[in-house]
């Protein structure tokens, strides 16, 4: 029996056919090379997007479904990879060549972890870098992992996968928490390895933050016991040595104003509070810096 690739990348793809190309690229620049690609087809319809999948099957595994979203694409390519390590990686996003070799090498040092992260470097309608570290408390109310992580697909496995009815986004969000709640943590490879775009027009800033207060709710319904108060005391003091981005007091007060607010109030407040996020910063810290050269 022929040996399987030590790690798979799965792309989900709807529609973004323009972008591929760059992620393949991206890929065939890795300097660790015992990797399959898959490509999710989530139901594209769009004639340029389905000329290029087309073109590329020869060099690429692909799976074709109906469009069924994001969380749901990219647990078929999870369920089809032949590795036990996978990477889940979006059309429009980019690695450094050494993503793969760094976070393979992470998880064989670390066996107890669950998946490997690296710091990221903004791109598009965004710049700068955002240093990465895992912190649960900081966890709960904010999601400061980047999505593209390789995770162990047996404890992806174990989770449940992702969660296909957030098909508006923080399904990533949500399987980090669920790992933590099975005790599965992971480690970050302090190198900016992953280059993600910021686009106005992306899930992220289109829909996802536009309905934070509903998909947190969500998230926070679904792991009830992990944000009762005694439970998020036992979490701070768990938690309070590790690196932090925000201040404990502004995390609980954000979850206070959300348990008080109507959904759509605080929207308006969390888009607010978006101007003074890490990424804002590191964004706000890089224009600095083009200016001072």
């Known amino acids: 029996m022929a040996k399987g690739p030590r790690v798979s990348v799965v792309i989900p793809c709807f529609n973004g056919g323009a972008d591929l190309p760059g992620a393949l690229d991206s890929l065939d620049a890795q300097t660790f090379c015992d990797f399959e690609v898959v490509v999710v087809d989530d139901g594209s319809d769009d004639g340029a997007t389905l000329g290029i999948l087309d073109s590329i099957a020869e060099r690429v595994r692909i799976v074709r479904q109906g469009n069924r979203g994001l969380p749901a694409a990219r647990n078929a390519g999870f369920a089809t990879a032949r590795a036990d390590l996978v990477l889940p990686l979006d059309c429009d996003d980019r690695l450094d060549p050494r993503f793969l070799e760094a976070t393979v090498?992470?998880?064989?040092?670390?066996?107890?972890?669950?998946?490997?992260?690296?710091?990221?470097?903004?791109?598009?309608?965004?710049?700068?870098?955002?240093?990465?570290?895992?912190?649960?408390?900081t966890q709960l109310f904010v999601n400061q992992l980047p999505y593209c992580m390789l995770i162990r697909r047996a404890d992806w496995q174990d989770a449940g996968g992702y969660d296909?009815?957030?098909?508006?986004?923080?399904?990533?969000?949500?399987?980090?928490?669920?790992?933590?709640?099975?005790?599965?943590?992971?480690?970050?490879?302090?190198?900016?390895l992953f280059l993600y775009r910021v686009d106005s027009k992306g899930m992220l800033r289109r829909v996802s933050n536009r309905r934070h207060a509903q998909l947190w709710r969500h998230i926070q319904d679904r792991h009830a016991a992990l944000y009762r108060l005694p439970a998020l005391w036992r979490c701070w003091r768990a938690w309070r040595s590790a690196p932090r981005a925000?201040?404990?007091?502004?995390?609980?007060?954000?979850?206070?104003?959300?348990?008080?607010?109507?959904?759509?109030?605080?929207?308006?407040?969390?888009?607010?509070?978006?101007?003074?996020?890490?990424?804002?910063?590191?964004?706000?810290?890089?224009?600095?810096?083009?200016?001072?050269?």
């Open 164 to 192: 296909e009815s957030l098909r508006d986004g923080y399904e990533d969000w949500e399987l980090n928490i669920r790992l933590a709640s099975l005790g599965r943590f992971g480690v970050a490879v302090s190198e900016p």
């Open 246 to 293: 925000y201040p404990a007091w502004l995390l609980v007060g954000l979850l206070m104003c959300h348990r008080a607010l109507p959904a759509s109030v605080f929207n308006r407040v969390f888009s607010v509070l978006l101007r003074f996020s890490a990424s804002a910063r590191a964004d706000a810290g890089a224009a600095r810096s083009a200016q001072g050269t």
């Open 105 to 137: 090498d992470a998880l064989g040092r670390n066996a107890d972890a669950a998946y490997a992260f690296t710091d990221l470097v903004l791109c598009g309608e965004k710049k700068g870098v955002l240093a990465k570290r895992y912190n649960l408390f």
